[in-house]
């Protein structure tokens, strides 16, 4: 599972039923790249996060229906950065 | 689910029949890389565009059995840079 | 789906009954990463083509027995270089 | 199956309901990019192991209901370097 | 279809129940990352083989209950160098 940062919610008006009304949100990731998540945890502006893919992404929301290939499972409390260090 | 923007139409005279006669789309995600997507929301030249893989990008279409790995599911209103900056 | 060129025919005396005798093509891709694919539409060398992975690499041949995870899926007319420069 | 490396527990205090009581781990690869992982077989920190992604890190827990797209399948003994010096 | 060189056999004394008695190698793909697979051919060390991933890597072993997601397929019989030059 992947580590993102939560930056902001997406816009968009216009979206495949699939998505149903699934909140999505604007994440970062590691190398600095921007994905669409859905969030069923509410994780606010800012938080590191850790994410799933594939059809886990679905699995994850609370209706498997929703069509979605990434999904925010779990807020971080606190980013150890000593374990970094000592790899 | 991954941010790209939507090039052009895809030509492509020949083509095996799982892909039925879904619109093609070419586009290009933030690394510069092109891509061919299926589009059922009909997304603008020019648009940026959120767009789901894997067996969630069959799910995205409305007849599930059309061949594809990577569907378009929305377009982004405005794209949020002010995020990308606070980050 | 990934968009790639064919480069040569595979030549492979030693392989698992899954492949049946699925045609086997190398490719490249934007990168200059050579793969190997399934070929149910038989592309000709030097032509560029869009491949698709995972499970849908698997619908896309004739037969879905047939063991693989990177099928070409069309091959593309003619390469639209001024969309790239348009974006 | 990719290999890492483990560098601590995460600490995640909201998480969603599918992850159950997993056992999540903070591990590295060898790019340098952290991830989570869920881990049956309790792989001490700072040891080598090799992991699993996609439906196969689900088949690969004791219950393969769990929600992951990364499982720990085994610990690797001894790091083979001078395989890769032939290389 | 990736295509990667087999380095070495993988020592590993504690692993999952899921991957059975499968042989595993450790493998080296084009940009110098190693990675784990399972070999149901029987690929000597130096060669280059070409891997399924994902769900077509357990329907490639022979039992598909093996959890894996590399597996071997083929073994190349001569690397087409001057394919790529071609490109």
Redesign the interface.
Known sequence: ???M?V??D???????G??QAAS?R?L?N??G?????TD??GAPV?KWV?T?????????MPDPRV????TI??????W?DE??D??
């Open positions: 599972m992947e580590i940062r930056l902001d997406l816009v968009c008006s216009r979206r495949i699939g998505l999505l604007l970062q590691q190398a790249d921007r994905q669409v998540a069923p945890v800012g850790f799933t893919t594939g059809s886990a992404a679905r699995v994850a069509m979605t290939d990434l499972c779990g807020i971080i409390d606190h150890v374990a970094a000592a790899a």
